[in-house]
């Protein structure tokens, strides 16, 4: 902080506020001193009139004796103030203490004159210089803080003098007039110097005193509590925070008070326990720097303080209090919240470890064997699906509450996560043990809940893992896991242990997995196409995609096995454009009349930017988008209705033809062919079983004739024998056949060459084409 600044203009220093009153107020003490100085210059000048008789003398006498009275009662007047001088106050007063000094200044000064120029007395002479040198020296003490002032007294007091002595003209009073003249620029310079040090001396004390207020404020507003001892052990620093913290009412740095007087003082407010106060005492005079926490109870609970020690040179300690009650209760319930599934307060994932890990190294009494059952809850999805998510949340809760009361208290139960349970059962004997409460939790879980006045039923799947020893916590869950799939393939609404040998399944199809990611990077992958007859002309009229892996080891997988996992692995999607692609371009190489199916699963058909691909590959390839048709089952079109309407539209506009596959295997609705812009109709095989019989083939041709009425083209599929195809052709509704009878799916090389024959030929008959193969 800037407490002064130095002008060059006007030779002249610009003082703080604060510091200018205090050279004021130094000015104006001691009224009797200078009540006494006016006494005494009076009685000189009174003796100078009487031993030298020169009469303008007795004016100055009395001059003199009246403003030294006046000025002493003027500073008595002073001295009784009970408020410390203002600024403003002392800007008022200067001006008229100044005018006094100047006032008894200049009549020293003309009476040292008068008695100089008007008399020759020796005696009068030496009265009236020495009197006047005198006022000038003890002046010059006490307006050292005002130069201004020193400076006009010398020169109202001393000049006259210094000329008087000019005047006579002689080498001694000229002589002296000169030395006078020196003391008082020596005086001058004197004055000067003591100003400065007396400036400096306030700057430095308003400036430790800024400090001092300054480091009060952050000592008494830190929100941390702080204390400082001596290397005699007494308090020296403390803030309020502290006092605060530890309800202490004394004041602590006055007097000899000890760290023990602080502790015993806490104690005595209960504050602090006597176990807290001695292990604070230990640490103080270990004089060691570290850390403690103290935990003591409080009106609301316990209260947890930190406590720092930090050794000082030179000896003494500096302690540092922070108050961490609320750091410790939010840190203890972010814990708790990390641990626990904010919904059923039960253990969550993260716990569910953690606990396991310790019952598996502590066997429970004579019986070490235990279970960990893996529950998921089926049908869980249509609850929230159909309820909403809050009463899908109030059902978990319900099961939570039925998983409690089937449990002894030994035993543990997290939730994994969605509608996944873990129960740990601790202290079994047998197997069965676990098979009987994995059968009462299935059947309790099962039975009716009411939610938000709805009768709800659910069912649960367990899938069972006994310990053995050494066994992990992983391997365990895995084990679990894995029993727990078999048992939702079983059908559900039941449990099954787990068997060695669905590790090895589960391996497997990791394995899988692993091949299959590798042939699709490297294209290992193959298309087979099996030709569509139309049974009019007898010639090829589509042939359909199909999926072929020649693995190196597993030799030919199906495609049964395949689509399932890509499924799964989120690979369908990746594999479909894939296979789009590659046909469209061997589509380039057949016959303009020819057009290639293309399979869709509802994965990838329901992907948002499915147009794009579609476009992409017709672009990539050059095929004309009327010899594309998508094939989708019943499945694509049961989900997000509209937006597949859309989808099938823009498909139709850009020119691609719809095919509905393997209709008659799912809901067979008849809406479907009403909606959907559909254009052709693939009847599944399984309406060919017990064609001869009358009722399956009028269901067929039933069927046919409704989708041809809707003109739309229909497709029978599985054709095997000459008998079948005469059945299905006998009315004209069916446009087209596929199966074995015509050819099995082929490579490309090979459906190249039936294509050529096939349009080769100018025969209208069907003929089945396995016959050119041979």
Same mark, same amino acid.
């Given at each position: 902080?800037?407490?002064?600044?130095?002008?060059?203009?006007? &030779?002249?220093?610009?003082?703080?506020?604060?510091?200018?009153?205090?050279?004021?107020?130094?000015?104006?003490? &001691? $009224?009797?001193?200078?009540?006494?100085?006016?006494?005494?210059?009076?009685?000189?000048?009174?003796?100078?009139?009487?031993?030298? @008789?020169?009469?303008?003398?007795?004016?100055?006498?009395?001059?003199?004796?009246?403003?030294?009275?006046?000025?002493?009662?003027?500073?008595?007047?002073?001295?009784?103030?009970?408020?410390?001088?203002?600024?403003?106050?002392?800007?008022?007063?200067?001006?008229?203490? !100044?005018?006094?000094? !100047?006032?008894?200044?200049?009549?020293?000064?003309?009476?040292? =004159?008068?008695?100089?120029?008007?008399?020759?007395?020796?005696?009068?002479?030496?009265?009236?210089?020495?009197?006047?040198?005198?006022?000038?020296?003890?002046?010059?003490?006490?307006?050292?803080?005002?130069?201004?002032?020193?400076?006009?007294?010398? *020169?109202?007091?001393?000049?006259?003098?210094?000329?008087?002595?000019?005047?006579?003209?002689?080498?001694?009073?000229?002589?002296?007039?000169?030395?006078?003249?020196?003391?008082?620029?020596?005086? %001058?310079?004197?004055?000067?110097?003591?100003?400065?040090?007396?400036?400096? =001396?306030?700057?430095?004390?308003?400036?430790?005193?800024?400090?001092?207020?300054?480091?009060?404020?952050?000592?008494?507003?830190?929100?941390?509590?702080?204390? /400082?001892?001596?290397?005699?052990?007494?308090?020296?620093?403390?803030?309020?925070?502290?006092?605060? /913290?530890?309800?202490?009412?004394?004041?602590?740095?006055?007097?000899?008070?000890?760290?023990?007087?602080?502790?015993?003082?806490?104690?005595?407010?209960?504050?602090?326990?006597?176990?807290?106060? %001695?292990?604070? !005492?230990?640490?103080?005079?270990?004089?060691?720097?570290?850390?403690?926490?103290?935990?003591?109870?409080?009106?609301?609970?316990?209260?947890?303080?930190?406590?720092?020690?930090?050794?000082?040179?030179?000896?003494?300690?500096?302690?540092?209090?922070?108050?961490?009650?609320?750091?410790?209760?939010?840190?203890?319930?972010? $814990?708790?919240?990390?641990?626990?599934?904010?919904?059923?307060?039960?253990? &969550?994932?993260?716990?569910?470890?953690?606990?396991?890990?310790?019952?598996? =190294?502590?066997?429970?009494?004579?019986?070490?064997?235990?279970?960990?059952?893996?529950?998921?809850?089926?049908?869980? %999805?249509?609850?929230?699906?159909?309820?909403?998510?809050?009463?899908?949340? %109030?059902?978990?809760?319900?099961?939570?509450?039925?998983?409690?009361?089937? *449990?002894?208290?030994?035993?543990?139960?997290?939730?994994?996560?969605?509608?996944?349970?873990?129960?740990?059962?601790?202290?079994?004997? $047998?197997?069965?043990?676990?098979?009987?409460?994995?059968?009462?939790?299935?059947?309790?879980?099962?039975?009716?809940?009411?939610?938000?006045?709805?009768?709800?039923?659910?069912?649960?799947?367990?899938?069972?893992?006994?310990?053995?020893?050494?066994?992990?916590?992983?391997?365990?869950?895995?084990?679990?896991?894995?029993?727990?799939?078999?048992?939702?393939? #079983?059908?559900?609404?039941?449990?099954?242990?787990?068997?060695?040998?669905?590790?090895?399944?589960?391996? =497997?199809?990791?394995?899988?997995?692993?091949? *299959?990611?590798?042939?699709?990077?490297?294209?290992?992958?193959?298309?087979?196409?099996?030709?569509?007859?139309?049974?009019?002309?007898?010639?090829?009229?589509?042939?359909?995609?199909?999926?072929?892996?020649?693995?190196?080891?597993?030799?030919?997988?199906?495609?049964? #096995?395949?689509?399932?996992?890509?499924?799964? !692995?989120?690979?369908?999607?990746?594999?479909?454009?894939?296979?789009?692609?590659?046909?469209?371009?061997?589509?380039?190489?057949?016959?303009?009349?020819?057009?290639?199916?293309?399979?869709?699963?509802?994965?990838?058909?329901?992907?948002?930017?499915?147009?794009?691909?579609?476009?992409?590959?017709?672009?990539?390839? @050059?095929?004309?988008? &009327?010899?594309?048709?998508?094939?989708?089952?019943?499945?694509? *079109?049961?989900?997000?209705?509209?937006?597949?309407?859309?989808?099938?539209?823009?498909?139709?506009?850009?020119?691609?033809?719809?095919?509905?596959?393997?209709? @008659?295997?799912?809901?067979?609705?008849?809406?479907?062919?009403?909606?959907?812009?559909?254009?052709?109709?693939?009847?599944?095989?399984?309406?060919?079983?017990?064609?001869?019989?009358?009722?399956?083939?009028?269901?067929?041709?039933?069927?046919?004739?409704?989708?041809?009425?809707? @003109?739309?083209?229909?497709?029978?599929?599985?054709?095997?024998?000459?008998?079948?195809?005469?059945?299905?052709?006998?009315?004209?509704?069916?446009?087209?056949?596929?199966?074995?009878?015509?050819?099995?799916?082929?490579?490309?090389?090979?459906?190249?060459?039936?294509?050529?024959?096939?349009?080769?030929?100018?025969?209208?008959?069907?003929?089945?084409?396995?016959?050119?193969?041979?």
């Amino acid at each position: 902080m800037q407490l002064l600044h130095r002008k060059k203009s006007q &030779n002249e220093e610009t003082l703080s506020p604060s510091i200018y009153a205090a050279l004021v107020d130094s000015m104006c003490q &001691n $009224s009797f001193a200078m009540l006494f100085g006016a006494i005494c210059a009076a009685a000189a000048a009174l003796m100078t009139a009487l031993k030298t @008789g020169y009469a303008p003398i007795w004016p100055c006498a009395l001059l003199i004796i009246t403003i030294g009275i006046a000025r002493a009662i003027q500073m008595r007047k002073y001295e009784k103030r009970t408020t410390v001088l203002t600024p403003e106050q002392a800007a008022d007063f200067e001006p008229r203490y !100044m005018v006094g000094a !100047m006032l008894y200044a200049g009549v020293l000064g003309l009476w040292c =004159a008068l008695v100089l120029l008007g008399t020759d007395d020796p005696i009068a002479h030496m009265l009236c210089t020495t009197v006047t040198i005198a006022y000038t020296g003890g002046g010059a003490a006490r307006n050292y803080g005002r130069p201004r002032i020193v400076q006009l007294h010398i *020169l109202l007091s001393c000049g006259p003098m210094s000329v008087a002595l000019a005047v006579h003209g002689d080498p001694y009073h000229l002589g002296l007039a000169g030395l006078l003249v020196l003391f008082f620029f020596g005086l %001058k310079d004197i004055n000067l110097s003591l100003h400065s040090i007396f400036v400096k =001396a306030l700057l430095a004390n308003e400036r430790e005193a800024s400090i001092a207020a300054q480091f009060d404020t952050a000592l008494n507003n830190m929100p941390n509590g702080l204390y /400082m001892i001596n290397p005699d052990g007494n308090i020296v620093v403390v803030n309020r925070a502290f006092t605060d /913290m530890m309800k202490l009412n004394r004041d602590l740095t006055h007097g000899d008070v000890t760290v023990r007087d602080i502790v015993s003082d806490a104690v005595a407010a209960n504050t602090l326990s006597v176990a807290s106060g %001695k292990t604070i !005492m230990a640490e103080v005079e270990a004089s060691r720097a570290g850390e403690i926490v103290t935990i003591d109870a409080s009106g609301s609970g316990e209260r947890a303080l930190s406590w720092t020690f930090q050794p000082m040179e030179g000896g003494g300690t500096v302690v540092l209090v922070d108050d961490i009650t609320e750091r410790r209760n939010a840190e203890a319930k972010i $814990s708790h919240m990390a641990r626990v599934d904010e919904l059923t307060g039960l253990p &969550n994932r993260v716990s569910f470890r953690d606990e396991i890990e310790k019952l598996l =190294a502590a066997p429970f009494g004579d019986a070490p064997l235990s279970a960990l059952l893996f529950i998921d809850l089926d049908q869980f %999805k249509q609850v929230n699906d159909t309820l909403g998510h809050p009463s899908g949340d %109030k059902l978990l809760c319900a099961v939570t509450a039925r998983l409690r009361r089937l *449990l002894r208290p030994q035993d543990f139960v997290a939730r994994f996560g969605g509608d996944e349970f873990i129960v740990f059962q601790r202290g079994i004997h $047998s197997a069965e043990d676990a098979a009987s409460l994995a059968r009462r939790i299935v059947d309790r879980l099962s039975e009716r809940y009411e939610i938000d006045q709805h009768l709800v039923e659910i069912g649960a799947s367990i899938g069972i893992a006994l310990t053995s020893p050494n066994v992990s916590v992983d391997v365990l869950l895995k084990n679990a896991d894995m029993a727990l799939y078999r048992a939702k393939a #079983d059908g559900r609404g039941t449990f099954c242990f787990f068997r060695e040998e669905m590790a090895h399944t589960v391996e =497997a199809r990791r394995v899988l997995e692993l091949d *299959l990611r590798h042939a699709l990077a490297h294209e290992e992958f193959e298309l087979y196409y099996q030709p569509l007859v139309n049974l009019k002309s007898g010639r090829i009229s589509t042939c359909e995609a199909l999926l072929r892996w020649n693995h190196p080891t597993r030799g030919s997988v199906s495609p049964a #096995d395949i689509i399932p996992v890509v499924e799964d !692995m989120g690979l369908v999607v990746d594999l479909g454009r894939w296979i789009l692609r590659k046909a469209c371009m061997e589509c380039m190489k057949w016959p303009e009349a020819v057009s290639v199916a293309v399979n869709f699963s509802p994965q990838q058909f329901h992907q948002r930017d499915v147009m794009t691909e579609v476009r992409y590959a017709l672009e990539v390839s @050059g095929l004309p988008a &009327n010899r594309l048709e998508i094939e989708i089952t019943e499945s694509s *079109l049961l989900r997000n209705t509209q937006w597949t309407l859309d989808v099938l539209a823009q498909l139709r506009e850009a020119g691609v033809r719809i095919s509905l596959d393997d209709f @008659g295997t799912g809901y067979s609705s008849l809406s479907y062919l009403h909606n959907f812009p559909l254009q052709k109709v693939k009847i599944d095989r399984s309406f060919l079983e017990d064609i001869n019989t009358q009722r399956p083939l009028t269901l067929l041709r039933g069927v046919a004739r409704l989708s041809a009425d809707l @003109g739309m083209t229909v497709v029978v599929e599985g054709i095997e024998t000459n008998e079948q195809l005469e059945l299905i052709s006998a009315e004209g509704t069916i446009t087209e056949a596929q199966g074995y009878l015509f050819s099995r799916p082929v490579p490309a090389t090979r459906v190249r060459e039936l294509l050529k024959a096939s349009h080769a030929s100018a025969t209208k008959t069907v003929v089945p084409l396995r016959q050119t193969q041979r």
